[in-house]
């Protein structure tokens, strides 16, 4: 069992282990980012897009969580469609913002 709830037994030994890097990270703000998302999307990642998310995932925590928040832009090469799903899991949908 990892993170919030999701049990890795039903994933691939890949998936597993890109599960437990996404809950594992250095800090604590990045297991729930990257945890999370993890947890809910890791079964629905494509291999194409689980080499960019392993690719992503090797980038500092300081630098991911910069350009999730916005207070920094996203390199091209990792502004990418799965970054942008990161991103898109965690906006408040029009009208929530406080």
Sequence with gaps: MTGIGRTSS???PRRRK??????????REMDLVLGRFADAEIDRLS?????????????????????????????AEYDTPVF??????????????Q
């Design 10 to 12: 039903d994933l691939d």
């Design 18 to 27: 890109v599960l437990f890097r996404s809950w594992h990270r250095g800090t």
């Design 47 to 75: 291999d194409e897009e689980l080499t960019i998310y392993e690719a992503l995932i090797d980038a500092p925590d300081r630098e991911i969580f910069s350009w999730i928040t916005g207070t920094e832009a996203t390199p």
């Design 84 to 97: 942008r799903r990161i991103r898109d899991f965690y906006a408040l949908p029009e009208g929530d913002a």
